[in-house]
């Protein structure tokens, strides 16, 4: 989906991610296991989801909580935030993750492809306090078919076809990087006679 700003003249790309907020390891809580229940909040921007209550009290919780949610092509982070609640009902804040959206919307992060992370979790110290796994897909655009999400970016798509040929390799998937994003600038110069 793409938005136009007229006041600002710029052009804005929204894609669907879809994200899976799997588990925690080491949760820690002033240096002490976590034997609480757990859950995660996966926030973009102004939106948040929250996973389901890990009920098992432990320091590595499982919540496999799968969501969609829209990222603005301007956004530079996400933020996965693990919480434990209290016996009389409060969510308190155990620590939190700042993912960069390069992370699995950079160069070489294929659309339609989870990417498996796993990010240190800080609490407000900025102290270690876990680990979150999570993995995250930019959804592909049903509209067109790229090798990738620079191709995609710059142009070099084509319109999905209803049957894609691939006799020529045998019924092989090719993929590649594009020589350009590896080689140095003055490669090509210096081979030129």
């Not at 992370?117 to 993995?135: A, P």
């Not at 655009?141 to 999905?160: H, I, V």
Request: with cysteine; proline share 5%; charged share 25%.
């Amino acid at each position: 989906m793409i938005f136009v700003d007229h006041h600002n003249h710029c052009i804005t790309m929204t894609k669907t991610l879809e994200i899976d907020i799997r588990s925690a390891e080491g949760l820690k809580l002033n240096r002490k296991p976590v034997m609480k229940k757990t859950f995660a909040v996966v926030k973009i921007e102004e939106k948040s989801r929250n996973s389901n209550l890990d009920e098992s009290r432990r320091s590595d919780p499982t919540w496999n909580y799968k969501t969609e949610m829209p990222i603005n092509g301007d956004a530079k982070f996400i933020y996965i935030e693990v919480f434990y609640r209290t016996g009389c009902g409060h969510d308190k804040k155990i620590g939190e993750a700042k993912i960069p959206t390069n992370d699995f919307m950079g160069r070489y992060s294929p659309q339609g492809h989870f990417n498996f992370l796993s990010y240190r979790l800080r609490d407000k110290f900025g102290d270690k306090c876990g680990i979150v796994n999570v993995s995250i897909m930019v959804k592909s655009d049903s509209t067109t078919g790229a090798c990738s999400s620079q191709a995609a970016e710059t142009g070099l798509w084509r319109p999905r076809s209803e049957t894609p040929s691939i006799d020529g390799y045998g019924g092989r998937i090719v993929t590649g990087v594009p020589i350009w994003c590896v080689a140095p600038t003055n490669y090509y110069s210096s081979c030129v006679p």
